[in-house]
């Protein structure tokens, strides 16, 4: 998975984006549009892959992983009236990831200004719905002459995208988001070039300072009018404490965590939130060469989850070896699930179950 992380000038996304990476980025403000992208990958903790390895031993043990990019900042309309939310260079960069984690700021700023992270929420929802309106409006009025003079054998496709952007400039001057529009497949299709902001699955982030994060903790973020869109998520962190938590030894994180009572770190918690605001599950191929956690979208089959692994395990499919985690744990090795029962032969209709431990039998 690939996660654009953005947010206004001092809403602190590059602290969030250390703690969750455990980078070390100098965390003074971006200058809009202009400043580099940062990177960082992250292995997806999973203690069910830890304990297979465990089991196995194996030469490598592999977990899935998570890639965030910490982009410059948004700006506002008072600050570029009529420019985009984000650069060039960062809308390319967000057209190839899976969602946007918003950070808004839920601390107290150098300037000693509460924080409003409701109206922040509203205000980056309104800058991104703006970028997405500009950019259909803009190709309504170059399709509709192109659709006049094209030849018959493109109108249908001309037309496809015209019914399209309509039905997107309309939720968005509604205030809705783009990924609110119900759209069949040649819909989407045609809108896949646009790079819409708001066609994205969005996790709204406040990044808190200690002392609001000691008075609100788990408390549930106000999203306004966006609650009720589908692919919207919100949370809460302290950016600066998590940040300070990421950074720190492994052996010392527990007793830190423990000091501020928090359960465990924001950086797993945002990923499980991930996985959720995607779909996502996770399922995993064993042996004592490999253990391996591999990430797919929930309801995935298993000839096309035999494709996550390889394309020639999908093209040569026959059938799957299943068992589920805890069963292989309990029994204790293959031989002994085998003998129970535990282990069936799934065809490839069969629907991957989160926790699933498959071995493909394929023939190419």
């Known amino acids: 998975m690939k996660i654009a992380i953005i947010g206004f000038q001092t809403s602190g996304k590059t602290t969030v984006f250390n703690a969750l990476t455990g980078q070390q980025v100098a965390t003074s403000a971006f200058s809009t549009g202009r400043a580099e992208t940062h990177h960082g990958i992250v292995k997806v903790p999973d ?8 089991l196995f031993k194996p030469k490598k043990h592999t977990p899935a992983t998570v890639e965030y990019l910490d982009l410059a900042a948004v700006a506002r309309q ?41 109206a922040d929420i509203e205000a980056i929802a309104l800058e991104m719905a703006l970028s997405d309106l500009k950019k259909i409006e803009t190709r309504l009025e170059r399709i509709d002459k192109q659709i006049q003079r094209a030849p018959t054998a493109e109108k ?19 205030g809705q988001p783009a990924r609110t529009v119900k759209l069949d497949e040649e819909q989407k299709k045609s ?27 788990a408390e549930p973020v106000a999203l306004g009018a966006l609650a009720e869109a589908p692919g919207t998520m919100a949370g809460r962190l302290c950016g600066q404490m998590e940040m300070e938590i990421a950074q720190l030894p492994a052996e010392d994180r527990e007793a830190f965590l423990a000091d501020y009572g928090i359960a465990e ?17 996770s399922f995993f191929t064993v042996g004592p060469d490999e253990c391996r956690a591999w990430t797919i979208m929930a309801d995935t089959t298993a000839q096309p ?51 699933d431990i498959l071995n493909i039998l394929f023939s190419v």
């Not at 249908?156 to 509604?174: N, P, S, T, W």
């Not at 390889?310 to 799957?320: N, Q, V, Y």
């Open 47 to 54: 203690s069910r892959l830890d304990k297979l390895s465990e």
């Open 78 to 118: 008072e600050d570029a009236p009529g420019g985009e939310a984000l650069g060039e260079k960062q809308m390319a960069e967000v057209a190839v990831t899976d969602a946007l984690l918003v950070v808004v700021r839920g601390f107290v700023n150098a300037a000693g200004d509460a924080p409003d992270p409701a």
């Open 191 to 217: 809108l896949r070039g646009f790079q819409l902001l708001t066609l994205k699955p969005t996790m709204f982030l406040v990044n808190d300072g200690e002392d609001q994060w000691k008075e609100h903790g």
């Open 305 to 355: 989850a035999a494709g996550a692994i390889h394309s020639d395990l999908e093209r040569g499919f026959i059938r799957a070896e299943v068992i589920r985690w805890d069963e292989l744990l309990a029994a204790g090795s293959y031989a002994e699930a085998k003998k129970h029962g535990k282990l069936r032969l799934e065809g490839k209709e069969y629907v991957v179950q989160d926790g």
């Open 265 to 281: 770190p924001a950086a797993h918690r945002v990923i499980r939130m991930c996985y959720e605001l995607l779909g996502r599950i």
């Open 156 to 174: 249908r496709g001309l037309q496809i995208e015209m019914d399209a952007c309509k039905l997107v400039q309309a939720a968005l001057e509604q």
